[in-house]
């Protein structure tokens, strides 16, 4: 429907005005622009890891661990803590730059008294980030052509046309740009996954249960008093009730013991 629109408003200019057609322009340029082999190509690496390992100090294990992880430039984007039976752990995921992701593992592995689990992961995105850069340099010059256009046009519904498929192609650019971010951000910084626990020795695990379970008893007996307080109100409407119908009940075991005796 564009391409129709803007040869119809082409003719009617001068004969010697060439008509843009971007049907064939986007065609033209949506191809894949080559990639000369002379040129240097930056490998994307997205590297992952991750490292379990059991210390018998899990603060100084934390101490140690702040230190490396400013030491190498990186930061802890999530820290939890967990604590079961009979062990006591501690979980971070840290954001490190790639050039020092080797050096941390090495630094973390020295810390640690044994380590239980060592996974590292590489996974190379170097083509997919080539076709985005080169699709997203596409759209830009597609861009600049439908720009160009959009100041030729000749009416109302040319315009209206041409700025419907400049809005979708920047939705598209904006996509790609997107993409292009969540690349370099993923190969630029590593991400080590670090978890390190603390057995407890079950004696002293049951100690502590047993106080906390002495504790825990007497919060719930103190709370249950509390909620009798509370609903003193309606024990004693079902007080009064009970009584209500025992003597209720008696009278009439009276009445049919004097029936009966009557009757007889």
């Not at 408003?9 to 843009?20: L, N, P, V």
């Not at 002495?214 to 709370?223: A, L, T, Y």
Request: with cysteine; hydrophobic share 40%; charged share 30%.
């Amino acid at each position: 429907m564009l391409a129709v629109v803007l040869l119809a408003g082409a003719c009617g200019k001068s004969g010697q005005e060439h008509a843009f057609e971007p049907a064939a322009a986007e065609q033209e340029l949506m191809v894949t622009p080559q990639v000369e082999e002379s040129a240097p190509i930056e490998r994307k690496l997205i590297r992952e890891g991750n490292l379990s390992f059991e210390t018998d100090d899990l603060m100084g294990a934390q101490r140690d661990l702040d230190s490396l992880i400013k030491q190498y430039k990186g930061y802890v984007t999530a820290d939890q803590s967990f604590h079961t039976y009979g062990r006591e752990s501690r979980s971070l995921t840290v954001r490190v730059p790639a050039d020092n992701f080797d050096a941390l593992v090495t630094a973390v592995g020295q810390v640690a008294q044994r380590i239980d689990q060592r996974d590292i992961r590489t996974q190379d995105v170097t083509e997919e980030f080539v076709d985005v850069e080169a699709r997203l340099r596409t759209k830009k010059e597609l861009e600049i052509r439908y720009l160009k256009l959009l100041d030729r046009a000749a009416n109302v519904e040319e315009i209206l046309a041409i700025e419907q498929q400049i809005g979708t192609l920047r939705a598209d650019i904006e996509a790609t740009e997107g993409r292009l971010r969540y690349l370099s951000n993923q190969s630029d910084l590593s991400t080590l996954n670090i978890s390190y626990y603390r057995p407890i020795p079950t004696t002293r695990e049951f100690s502590r249960r047993f106080k906390d379970g002495f504790g825990n008893g007497w919060e719930n007996f103190v709370d249950f008093i509390i909620w009798i307080i509370n609903g003193w109100p309606f024990f004693v409407v079902l007080a009064a009730a009970m009584f209500a119908w025992k003597r209720w009940w008696t009278k009439r075991r009276q009445r049919k013991g004097v029936s009966e005796s009557n009757s007889r």
